[in-house]
């Protein structure tokens, strides 16, 4: 997988199958009802009983409402990935006006498979993974890469552009159509926008 940072967002291209996959399955896990996930994603926060009751009474439905719309713009962008090559290579482009949305949404789709896989911090570190099963260790793989994809979004990662050629492919058209879409919907209140970046460079 490669990344790049262009005029109004970030563009993610050569992405297995796999990758895709991945991607595609951050809203179902956002959206997941398994106590599980829900005890990570909006876990106790308060010692007094009544303080619990009134922030899960308050709080967490508007936590919940900011994750269903976060969800919407991460749907959206999911949408318009595009297979590029035969052998299903993907590209997506997230604008920069989704950033916050796809931060906390893959954030929070990293919590909930550590939640769902019995995962361990020492298995999170690549410690003792031997006794990890297939699973556990698939979903190993899908934290990393959402990971990375945060870290990329984060700026902690420097850039590199593996095909220009793929990249200019989903630049300005790409992001002229999800703003219009954007303009329609009105549902980027609480995405914000992501610091400048400088042109793409080595990772």
Same mark, same amino acid.
């Given at each position: 997988? #490669?990344?790049?940072?262009?005029?109004?967002?970030?563009?993610?291209?050569?992405?297995?199958?796999? *990758?895709?996959?991945?991607?595609?399955?951050?809203? =179902?896990?956002?959206?997941?009802?398994? &106590?599980?996930?829900?005890?990570?994603?909006?876990?106790?926060?308060?010692?007094?009983?009544?303080?619990?009751? %009134? #922030?899960?009474?308050?709080?967490?439905?508007?936590?919940?409402?900011?994750?269903?719309?976060? *969800? %919407?713009?991460?749907?959206?962008?999911?949408?318009?990935?595009?297979?590029?090559?035969?052998?299903? @290579?993907?590209?997506?482009?997230?604008? +920069?006006?989704?950033?916050?949305?796809?931060?906390?949404? =893959?954030?929070?789709?990293?919590?909930?498979?550590?939640?769902?896989?019995? =995962?361990?911090?020492? #298995?999170?570190?690549?410690?003792?993974?031997?006794?990890?099963?297939?699973? %556990?260790?698939?979903?190993?793989?899908?934290?990393?890469?959402?990971?990375?994809? %945060?870290?990329?979004?984060?700026?902690?990662?420097?850039?590199?552009? @593996?095909? &220009?050629?793929?990249? +200019?492919?989903?630049?300005?058209?790409?992001?002229?159509? =999800?703003?219009?879409?954007?303009?329609?919907?009105?549902?980027?209140?609480?995405?914000?926008?992501?610091?400048?970046?400088?042109?793409?460079?080595?990772?």
């Amino acid at each position: 997988m #490669w990344a790049a940072r262009v005029a109004d967002g970030y563009v993610f291209g050569g992405m297995t199958p796999e *990758c895709a996959a991945t991607l595609e399955g951050v809203p =179902l896990l956002l959206e997941s009802t398994d &106590p599980r996930v829900t005890e990570r994603i909006y876990p106790e926060t308060c010692v007094a009983e009544e303080d619990e009751r %009134q #922030w899960r009474d308050h709080a967490v439905p508007e936590l919940e409402r900011l994750f269903a719309s976060r *969800c %919407q713009l991460v749907r959206r962008d999911l949408a318009a990935m595009k297979k590029v090559d035969p052998a299903g @290579s993907h590209v997506l482009v997230i604008p +920069d006006v989704h950033v916050n949305a796809w931060l906390a949404a =893959l954030n929070a789709a990293r919590l909930a498979l550590y939640a769902l896989n019995d =995962l361990t911090a020492e #298995w999170m570190a690549g410690k003792e993974t031997g006794s990890a099963s297939a699973k %556990q260790l698939e979903a190993l793989a899908r934290i990393h890469l959402l990971a990375e994809v %945060q870290a990329v979004l984060l700026g902690e990662y420097e850039l590199e552009v @593996s095909d &220009p050629d793929e990249c +200019d492919d989903f630049d300005a058209a790409d992001f002229d159509e =999800l703003e219009d879409e954007d303009d329609e919907d009105g549902d980027d209140d609480d995405a914000g926008d992501a610091p400048e970046k400088d042109a793409p460079k080595r990772r």
